[in-house]
Nanobody, 124 residues
């Protein structure tokens, strides 16, 4: 079992930055990969980024490359998403998720545990 709790969302103006955090508990954090996803109103859950269990490997959705950075601190059982140059179309609920089977996937169906989400709203 893994429990995930996101924090750090909020309201920001276009061009601004936010840093999301996701605190994990339960299974040994350094043993599984993590991902960030987002879901805008009336849209499906969209892949944002993922990071390997060690933190050495990251992957991003094309629209986030260069603006978002995923990182993790295994000593603190926390994964982060630094979001810069935010745009109104980044407005969504952001979720962190744990990939215990190390699928290497960007498909949300391949992730095993999810947080409750944190709202990010970018005003124009």
């Amino acid at each position: 079992q893994v429990q995930l709790v996101e924090s750090g969302g909020g309201l920001v103006q276009a061009g601004g930055s936010l840093r999301l955090s996701c605190a994990a508990s339960g299974r040994t954090f350094s043993s599984y990969a993590m991902g960030w996803f987002r879901q805008a109103p009336e849209k499906g859950r969209e892949f944002v980024a993922r990071i390997s269990s060690s933190g050495r490997s990251q992957r991003y959705a094309d629209s986030m490359k260069g603006r978002f950075t995923i990182s993790r601190d295994n000593a603190k059982n926390t994964v982060y998403l630094q979001m810069n140059s935010l745009k109104p179309e980044d407005t969504a609920v952001y979720y962190c998720a744990a990939d215990l089977e190390y699928s290497g996937s960007s498909d949300p169906n391949d992730y095993d545990y999810w947080g409750q989400g944190t709202q990010v709203t970018v005003s124009s």
